[in-house]
């Protein structure tokens, strides 16, 4: 397995975490060379690519479409759709015959709200390049899917919930909660066993396809 972020210093705690036969590399997912360099990293350390998981993501501001601001909708685009394209283009060539390619959408990539729509537009599109890239790579036996999490119980959902309910921490985790008819976060554990899937062959059949593991949110 190789690991990819920006921060180096996170990357090597992260790498030590998951153990032995983890290596990783710093790069920037907006940035086209440094993808490339990545992708080469991996086929050069590990021998091979087999499955490739694009999940880098920023979430931006709330704020209503007439004053979000274009530097911030600029920057949530070039991250989360720019980064999961520069992901797809150069993965998919150096991927054997028979692999998963599996991009992080969200539950507001089939569905919306007031105030998120960099985020929502961003998780929007991923389908769009998914959808596009499976039957490209069907062929080749290669399966594109996109996973979509509801909320999760981590730092990068706390913030969120923070920011659009404007209260503690807990407070704004439970108005969350009762949006969600399992009434509940996921674990970080959770979503990550259906990326697994995913990268499996039990999910041998599936491409093409957007994975709602949401707590039924999207419903």
Known sequence: MLLV???PGALE???EQVGSGTEWFAADVT???QVRAAVGATVERLGRLDVTFAN???FGVVAPVSEYPVE???RVLAVNVLGSFLVAKYALPAMQDG???IINSSVVGLTSDVGIAAYAT???AVVGLMRTAAKEMAARGIRVNTIHPGPTDNEFQHKIEIEAVGASREESARAFESM????RHASPEEIAHAVVFLASDESAFMTGATLAVDGGLSI
């Open 5 to 7: 972020d920006l921060d």
């Open 13 to 15: 705690r992260a790498a």
């Open 31 to 33: 940035n086209a060379e």
């Open 56 to 58: 880098a993501g920023v």
């Open 72 to 74: 911030m909708f600029e």
């Open 99 to 101: 692999g998963s390619l």
């Open 122 to 124: 961003s998780k929007h």
């Open 180 to 183: 969600i008819p399992l009434a």
